[in-house]
């Protein structure tokens, strides 16, 4: 199957995938690039920022990323 935007919203996919499955985004970003046979290139450019952002945090989390500086609130 082509990746085909107009079709599929990755980024809800992806959210879809965490909830249900559980897990991290990155492996829900992984296993969503697998399903529709798309390079993480490709796929970079559909993510929304939401996600993102809790991406960058769960690497951060585990020290895979500098942590970036936060307001204490």
């Known amino acids: 199957m082509l ?5 599929i919203n990755l980024s809800i996919e992806i959210e879809n995938y ?3 499955e559980g897990g991290m ?8 690039c697998e399903k ?3 390079e993480a ?3 970079a450019k559909h ?3 939401p996600i993102i952002e809790k991406l960058r945090a769960e690497g951060e989390e585990l020290n895979m990323l500098p942590r ?3 307001l204490p609130f």
């Open 3 to 7: 990746f085909d935007a107009r079709e």
């Open 18 to 20: 965490v909830r249900l």
């Open 25 to 32: 985004y990155m492996d829900a970003i992984i296993v969503m």
């Open 36 to 38: 529709f046979n798309i």
């Open 41 to 43: 290139k490709v796929a």
């Open 47 to 49: 993510i929304t920022k």
């Open 68 to 70: 970036t500086a936060r």
